[in-house]
């Protein structure tokens, strides 16, 4: 008999007051009790809505069934035949746009905490120490993987299942791309990450680090030393900017960068040897989840005024509901329906204020949102002396600008087809950021599992020809 109360059981939290001030974990997960509490709320649907809006396809009612049933690590495995991330996906996929969306217990409640539940299994998996599961034998192919973010590791995961010998070269020195660099401690812990790798490498998955494909080596030695696919998933780190005048000043960076700073290289302790400014008051401009991020990381840095600054309302701004309520509860303050026009510099040469412009709301644009439009007469200013641009990112062009046959679109990214993955160019296929722009990890991992059946299929017919 199912739990029928309509909301969701919460999810235990740190106080507000003190996670503001520290980078650990902002949620701590349920106990077994509320895990299978929550679990019991799942009405076990024979035509599995959820299942459909998950991008990896995990048979969510299945997992969900064996939590119930007290089989914790069960409820691991059936996620771990479509997902390579488990933890990862429980703690950062925006489940509410996805699988949760469409839970039938939805239409007259809350959905079921399917992500939660993902979060408690993979967890539970960690923590009982269970093997990791081993690599199979080999099929006597190669493959090669470019960017070790959510798309590569997925990619990688999946065909090291099918027997390949994959390799996954990583530009930075730490392998988990979007994952490490631009993830905070606070919302995805590094170990984690680098858990779950070690899960890829038991199953022979090899990491090769500080290569950078198209500089250190191209796509085109990698066919040469023998690998017969080349799938690239090197994200979207490019930053956008303004263009508009005060961007070059001290203390203006991209979120980017910032994250970077603070995320992969730690620049949060009191002795790393990459420190980041640690501001009075500082304005972040955008509205989404990287946004979200940067603002909660300058609060922990120890800034007495946060500010997000978007130029549209509540409504439209992108970020998860649940990031952005985080963000609030902790102190972010939001400036919303205005747009930066200047960034003003004091005698050193440093911003020191945000020149703003009131919006208004008018028709919507391509994107189906309201336009938003300038009030005249309505400049105001917002004393900062840190300016975080959160604008987006695109593609950097350096594997395109080294790869011959690679096709690109206005933005940069690369063209490949949606369901395989396919690029221009023979044996070369792409999926997540490189190729959408700036979107969400579990979309990327969606991205590297079709790229993976496509390039075993690929590999497969060029052997029987």
């Known amino acids: 008999m199912a739990n029928m109360i309509s909301e969701k059981h919460p999810m235990p939290t740190q106080d507000a007051k003190v996670r503001a001030r520290n980078f650990k974990e902002v949620a701590l997960g349920y106990d077994e009790a509320t895990a299978v509490a929550e679990?019991?709320?799942?009405?076990?649907?024979?035509?599995?809505?959820?299942?459909?809006?998950?991008?990896?396809?995990?048979?969510?009612?299945?997992?969900?069934?064996?939590?119930?049933?007290?089989?914790?690590?069960?409820?691991?495995?059936?996620?771990?035949?479509?997902?390579?991330?488990?933890?990862?996906?429980?703690?950062?996929?925006?489940?509410?746009?996805?699988?949760?969306?469409?839970?039938?217990?939805?239409?007259?409640?809350?959905?079921?905490?399917?992500?939660?539940?993902?979060?408690?299994?993979?967890?539970?998996?960690?923590?009982?120490?269970?093997?990791?599961?081993?690599?199979?034998?080999?099929?006597?192919?190669?493959?090669?993987?470019?960017?070790?973010?959510?798309?590569?590791?997925t990619c990688a995961g999946e065909l090291a299942k099918l027997g390949y010998s994959v390799s996954v070269f990583e530009a930075l020195h730490v392998p988990g791309g979007v994952l490490v660099y631009g993830i905070p401690e606070f919302r995805l812990p590094k170990s984690i990450v680098a858990r779950e790798v070690e899960g890829l490498k038991a199953l022979g998955v090899e990491i090769v680090t500080d290569m950078v494909i198209g500089k250190t080596l191209s796509v085109d030695e990698l066919f040469e030393q023998g690998f017969e696919a080349v799938f690239i998933g090197s994200g979207a780190g490019l930053p956008m900017f303004m263009h508009i005048p005060g961007e070059n000043l001290v203390g203006v960076c991209s979120a980017n960068e910032f994250l970077t700073r603070v995320n992969l290289m730690k620049a949060y302790e009191e002795d790393s040897q990459t420190p980041v400014q640690r501001a009075r008051n500082v304005a972040v401009v955008g509205g989404g989840n990287v946004a979200m991020d940067a603002a909660r990381s300058a609060l922990r840095l120890g800034a007495e005024n946060v500010y997000i600054v978007y130029r549209r309302s509540m409504e439209e701004l992108p970020a998860r509901r649940e990031e952005v309520e985080h963000a609030g509860e902790e102190g972010v303050q939001f400036r919303l329906l205005c747009n930066p026009v200047e960034l003003l510099s004091d005698d050193k040469g440093a911003v020191k204020a945000l020149r703003c412009v009131k919006m208004e709301l008018g028709e919507p644009d391509e994107s189906g949102r309201r336009r938003p439009v300038p009030v005249e007469g309505?400049?105001?200013?917002?004393?900062?002396?840190?300016?975080?641009?959160?604008?987006?990112?695109?593609?950097?062009?350096?594997?395109?600008?080294?790869?011959?046959?690679?096709?690109?679109?206005?933005?940069?990214?690369?063209?490949?087809?949606?369901?395989?993955?396919?690029?221009?160019?023979?044996?070369?296929?792409?999926?997540?950021?490189?190729?959408?722009?700036?979107?969400t990890?579990?979309?990327?991992?969606?991205?590297?599992?079709?790229?993976?059946?496509a390039i075993d299929e690929y590999i497969k017919a060029k052997a029987e020809a």
């Open 39 to 153: 679990a019991e709320r799942c009405l076990n649907c024979k035509n599995k809505p959820c299942v459909g809006g998950c991008p990896v396809n995990i048979q969510i009612p299945d997992f969900i069934s064996k939590i119930k049933e007290g089989d914790y690590e069960g409820a691991y495995q059936v996620i771990s035949l479509s997902s390579s991330l488990p933890a990862v996906c429980g703690r950062v996929c925006p489940q509410e746009n996805q699988c949760e969306k469409y839970c039938v217990r939805g239409i007259k409640g809350e959905s079921v905490g399917i992500g939660r539940l993902e979060r408690f299994a993979a967890d539970y998996h960690a923590e009982s120490g269970a093997p990791q599961q081993a690599a199979p034998a080999s099929n006597g192919h190669k493959a090669a993987v470019v960017g070790s973010g959510p798309a590569g590791l």
């Open 378 to 439: 309505s400049e105001f200013e917002i004393e900062a002396d840190c300016v975080i641009m959160s604008l987006g990112t695109s593609p950097n062009p350096l594997i395109k600008s080294t790869t011959e046959g690679l096709e690109t679109n206005r933005r940069g990214c690369l063209i490949a087809d949606e369901e395989t993955g396919a690029t221009s160019r023979e044996g070369v296929f792409a999926g997540g950021d490189a190729v959408t722009g700036s979107a």
């Open 441 to 453: 990890v579990i979309l990327a991992m969606g991205a590297g599992k079709k790229a993976a059946a």
